[in-house]
């Protein structure tokens, strides 16, 4: 099966790789790979309204999970609940570290 020019930049993204090496990769300007690994993560953590939170966009706190490793595994195609499970943190909180992750640069 061949692998997207996104899930490529998704995976190389996740395994840390520098942004401005992947956008000088593929053509791309750094907001463009940020925006590429954004929409392929799709995960939008903003209450669809400013009076209601939803207790999936709040996850309890896990204690010190390594975010540079569940961005990893996850840019590199592994499931999200085994990545859950592997890091004892529940599947709501890893696409919440995954975001927080590319909201930041990390």
Do not use: C, N
Request: hydrophobic content about 35%; cysteine-free; charged content about 20%.
């Amino acid at each position: 099966m061949t692998e997207s020019r996104d899930d490529r930049i998704v995976a190389e993204f996740g395994e840390g790789h520098a942004v401005e090496d992947i956008a000088a990769r593929y053509g791309l300007t750094v907001a463009q790979v940020y925006m590429v690994v954004e929409r392929e993560v799709r995960f939008d953590p903003q209450p669809p309204s400013p009076y209601y939170t939803p207790s999936y966009y709040t996850p309890s706190a896990p204690s010190y999970p390594d975010v540079d490793t569940i961005v990893a595994e996850y840019g590199a195609g592994y499931d999200i609940q085994w990545i859950a499970h592997k890091h004892s943190i529940s599947v709501d909180w890893v696409y919440y570290l995954i975001h927080q992750a590319v909201q930041d640069g990390t």
